[in-house]
């Protein structure tokens, strides 16, 4: 007897192959249980960035092949500029940028820390910071990294004055 339920695996694989005829990355697949509901979360990303045509044309692909799996809300989006790594695809794409980490546990008395991504190394993630320390964290002792977003003032202003109205 066939199973009721498709679990997340399975949902995964369908989107994968579906992503790969798109032309576009499945980053990652979820199901979590929020106050509203149960929502089946897939992110996706192209190289010169997901438009809005992209995430509907996957989402109208990707809804009937999925229906046995158990949710309320399903959604479509691209995983943002700041989303955590989680593959080695992810740490080869951030080298050279600034990444913050976080840890389980304290390391020397911390538990964030700020650097430049050296890279995914032997099963260590490797920071260097600007004090040109080279640090070494095993990536099961590590809760997230992810790119730092920094802005500054020119970040913030807007780009053009805003007119007042006329008495």
């Given at each position: 007897m066939p199973s009721k339920s498709m679990p997340v695996r399975e949902a995964r694989e369908i989107a994968q192959k579906i992503a790969a005829e798109m032309d576009v990355e499945l980053v990652d697949v979820e199901l979590v249980k929020?106050?509203?509901?149960?929502?089946?979360?897939?992110y996706i990303e192209k190289p010169d960035g997901i438009a809005l045509n992209d995430l509907e044309a996957f989402h109208r692909r990707i809804l009937p092949l999925v229906e046995r799996v158990e949710y309320d809300y399903m959604e479509v989006s691209s995983p943002g500029a700041d989303r955590p790594l989680k593959t080695e695809r992810d740490f080869e794409r951030c080298q050279g940028m600034v990444v913050e980490l976080k840890t389980y546990r304290p390391v020397n008395g911390c538990k964030q820390f700020t650097g430049e991504l050296v890279g995914l190394q032997d099963g260590e993630?490797?920071?260097?910071?600007?004090g040109s320390e080279t640090l070494r964290f095993p990536q099961k002792g590590v809760a997230i990294v992810r790119p730092l977003i920094e802005f500054d003032e020119e970040d913030l202003q807007d780009d053009a004055p805003v007119q007042q109205p006329s008495k």
């Open positions: 929020e106050p509203t509901g149960h929502f089946l979360r897939f993630v490797v920071i260097t910071t600007d």
